[in-house]
């Protein structure tokens, strides 16, 4: 198996601690931001794909800056990157979405990814203009993507559903290549969608043991479809030359916490109707004790910041091995962050990708660089008197 590996874009701003916010979290960090201008998000994007990033995640949110609007800018100072777009499809109308697909594939050629993000809280799907809960808006999600995918097969799509209603839709140019759609959620409603319409399903770090558990439900309902899903991962990383360094590094993001703050972004965490936070936040309780809930897999990024709660913390071997723990139960791909998001890609791409590299199992996605020339002594570049 050769592992794929995406960074992250933080469209909220960055920081030497860690940023809170996602999922009814209050945005904020005990530390100063670095403001998300394009400037600094390029620095991020050009450097994943130095460093051999696949492709980086763009969120989605009030607590964030637009996905597509952000990416399509970015695409224009990469040459090979890819953008995995997160957007919410009770947002905009289906034939919008797979014209706006085909444009970006056309004018980046290759270089969109599509993460389909359903909305788990109902106050900021409101905010929005969608008034549907939870169980109506995974109903529309797989409608939105009916009459998506029809439309990038070439078809005129007549389409009445409960949620989703279009007549004659159908695009002048479909998108070549099609972009692979990502997809996650712990929901039996979104266990439903993904099966059907997934090319991706993601989950968040989660222990090993309960990731397999959630992989074979998953191949299972894919399999009543008739499909084979692949299969994602969102984590954080803290990877340093030894162990000791990288728990420092942990403890230094904990103890930059304020308790009071922490508290508050758990209780609003604790309002989410998701249930892929209510399993993060089962990791740690809110407490910041023991927070290594795996051998290292730690929960502490999950008391601040909603979403994706844990980070790989560990040298840059322990690391690799945590990766391919998770890679022996079917994950291929595995999408990235740290803090700052900048210096944390070159620690990761710098210290793991060779380790991986070295054991077969990843490869740069835009060819290995060549061997560095022998170093010339400065004294053979003396002349003859």
């Not at 290594?292 to 999950?302: K, S």
């Amino acid at each position: 198996m050769t592992l794929t590996f995406h960074w992250f874009l933080p469209t909220y701003g960055d920081s030497r601690h860690i940023v809170g916010g996602g999922h009814g979290a209050p945005t904020g960090t005990a530390g100063g931001i670095r403001p998300a201008t394009l400037a600094y998000l390029g620095q991020i994007a050009r450097s994943a794909e130095q460093l051999g990033f696949d492709a980086v995640l763009t969120p989605t949110g009030a607590w964030c800056e637009d996905a597509w609007l952000t990416t399509a800018m970015l695409a224009q100072v990469t040459e090979r990157l890819r953008f995995l777009v997160a957007f919410r499809p009770g947002l905009v109308s289906p034939t919008l979405a797979a014209q706006m697909a085909a444009t970006f594939q056309r004018h980046a050629p290759g270089r969109l990814l599509l993460n389909v993000v359903t909305g788990g809280e109902a106050h900021e799907q409101r905010m929005y203009g969608d008034f549907l809960d939870k169980a109506a808006r995974y109903a529309q999600t797989g409608e939105f993507l009916h009459v998506v995918r029809a439309l990038w097969r070439g078809e005129q799509v007549d389409f009445s559903g409960r949620h989703v209603r279009v007549e004659g839709a159908r695009l002048a140019r479909v998108p070549d290549p099609v972009p692979v759609v990502y997809f996650g959620g712990s929901s039996a409603a979104a266990g439903d969608v993904a099966a059907r319409y997934a090319d991706v399903y993601l989950t968040w770090g989660e222990p090993p043991p309960q990731v397999a558990e959630k992989l074979a439900w998953i191949r299972g309902l894919a399999a009543a479809q008739g499909r084979t899903l692949r299969f994602g991962i969102r984590l954080h990383v803290i990877t340093r030359d030894t162990v000791e360094q990288a728990w420092a590094e942990a403890r230094r993001l904990l103890d930059a916490l304020d308790p009071a703050v922490v508290e508050r972004i758990q209780a609003a965490l604790r309002r989410s109707e998701s249930e892929g936070q209510r399993r993060m936040l089962a990791l740690h309780n809110g407490s910041p004790a023991n927070l290594e809930v795996y051998p290292n897999l730690w929960a502490g990024v999950g008391l601040v910041r909603g979403g994706a709660g844990t980070a790989l913390v560990g040298s840059h071997t322990e690391v690799a091995e945590r990766i391919i723990e998770y890679a022996n139960l079917g994950i291929s791909e595995f999408i990235l962050s740290g803090y700052p998001h900048l210096e944390e890609a070159y620690w990761f791409g710098e210290g793991v990708l060779p380790i991986l590299r070295e054991r077969g199992l990843w490869r740069h996605p835009g060819g290995d660089p060549p061997e560095e020339p022998l170093a010339v002594p400065f004294a053979s570049f003396a002349t003859a008197t």
